[in-house]
């Protein structure tokens, strides 16, 4: 890998090779990041970049689309076994792109979604004012009980019902506990809404069956195809067959024009691997280890919004130890591990600046961590909030979050190398 690029672009070499020592050498604890296998890396740089294509297999605007046509047709066949769905569209560039085709698909400009709020646990596209899908929709939107963290679905109904949306949008970018599908999909039915879940942080766990699925319950689902899918960075979308052409029309020519089709083989190998006891054991790790970290936080005296976590995220509070989620981001990094600043349901800090950090157990999970490893990792966090701006305290935690991932290599010997 990169042996051309060493050559004609040093400068560029450098900085890549000085990625993947940071890579190699932290923790990765970023719930939307995972590490993807050396394979994804191969199709994503594969000769597919070459080629132009619009339009469906079949009913293409470009020549030449015979085999690219057999590349979607394979793909989206593994995706819906993989899935249990009836139709999906896997040309979308991201999470956030599958998502506005959804809304491209259903939606007027000044049609109403009813949306998970931004700091309760939802995501930008889904109608935060800081998007500009809230200038082309009319979004309202609901949240969690102050009390518990969790989604108040009576209050949800009741919301449904006076404001008769025509989309209720489920799914979360920092909620930690299970999501009731189903009772989102009857919400939707009984006030006359399309309903649509957004499961991009959880996709490999539905993938490998650990915890419950939105595919048999809503009209829509949109994804990322990284985060727990571990695959390249692009999106999906599955739908009932009865919107299968609707779906198809809002992505092209709806909302998008050409595809990449060096991800789209990149996801085709995934969804493979993703059906498989290796990708299954490592998706049954990452809940293992989130449970057990969950613990390991309070038994130092963390809070944790909803208490706990069911899927791969953990929300921490960070009030009670006296610093913000900026300074917890900031000091946890120099100490060689990553995580991001998170708001908590109704944060009295900035969004720039946070009461929480997101924690995510993908990576760890993949590089093969487990208790005894997540036990040292939380008493390396607690060390960094007891002193935060300490620069020797976090280089003596970086020096022993290096030890722990040094028998743990990112990618077996031989695949980075030149």
Not at 222 to 237: F, Q
Not at 263 to 276: E, I, L
């Amino acid at each position: 890998m990169l042996k051309y690029v060493k050559e004609s672009d040093p400068e560029l070499y450098e900085l890549t090779m000085e990625e993947t020592d940071r890579q190699e050498h932290n923790i990765e604890m970023i719930a939307s990041e995972s590490t993807v296998p050396p394979e994804v890396m191969e199709m994503a740089g594969s000769i597919w970049t070459n080629k132009t294509l619009e339009g469906y297999p079949g009913a293409r605007f470009q020549a030449g689309s015979e085999v690219a046509d057999k590349l979607e047709t394979l793909a989206n066949e593994r995706a819906c076994r993989l899935f249990k769905a009836d139709h999906v569209n896997i040309q979308p560039y991201s999470g956030t792109t599958a998502n506005y085709v959804v809304y491209a698909s259903v939606l007027d400009p000044g049609d109403r979604v009813l949306a998970m709020r931004l700091d309760q646990g939802g995501h930008l596209s889904h109608g935060s004012s800081a998007n500009w899908m809230s200038k082309q929709y009319d979004f309202q939107h609901y949240g969690v009980d102050p009390a518990t963290g969790l989604i108040d679905y009576d209050a949800l109904e009741k919301q449904a019902r006076e404001f008769k949306p025509k989309l209720l949008l489920a799914g979360a970018s920092s909620y930690p506990r299970l999501i009731d599908y189903e009772k989102i999909g009857r919400i939707a039915r009984d006030v006359g809404a399309y309903s649509m879940v957004d499961m991009a942080h959880v996709a490999g766990l539905v993938a490998a069956g650990l915890i419950p699925s939105p595919i048999p319950h809503v009209d829509f689902v949109s994804s990322s195809t990284t985060k727990t899918l571990c695959s390249a960075r692009a999106g999906m979308v599955f739908c009932k067959a009865e919107y299968a052409k609707k779906l198809d029309h809002g992505v092209f020519p709806g909302s998008l024009g050409s595809m990449h089709l060096t991800t789209m083989a990149a996801k085709c190998w995934s969804f493979k691997y993703a059906a498989s006891d290796e990708f299954r054991e490592i998706m049954q790790r990452v809940l293992t280890n989130s449970k057990y970290m969950c613990g390991e936080l309070k038994a130092h005296g963390f809070d944790l919004v909803c208490g706990t976590s069911d899927n791969h995220l953990i929300v921490v509070d960070l009030r009670s130890k006296g610093v913000t989620g900026k300074q917890m981001q900031t000091s946890l990094d120099k100490a060689g591990i990553t995580v991001s600043k998170q708001q908590i349901p109704d944060d009295p800090e900035s969004p720039m600046v946070t009461s929480g950090i997101r924690i995510g157990l993908t990576s760890t999970a993949q590089r093969g961590l487990k208790e005894p490893e997540i036990k040292r990792i939380v008493e390396l966090i607690d060390r960094v909030a007891a002193d935060p701006e300490n620069e020797a305290n976090l280089a003596a935690v970086k020096k022993d979050a290096m030890d722990i991932v040094r028998d743990h290599p990112l990618y077996p010997a031989g695949v980075l190398e030149d």
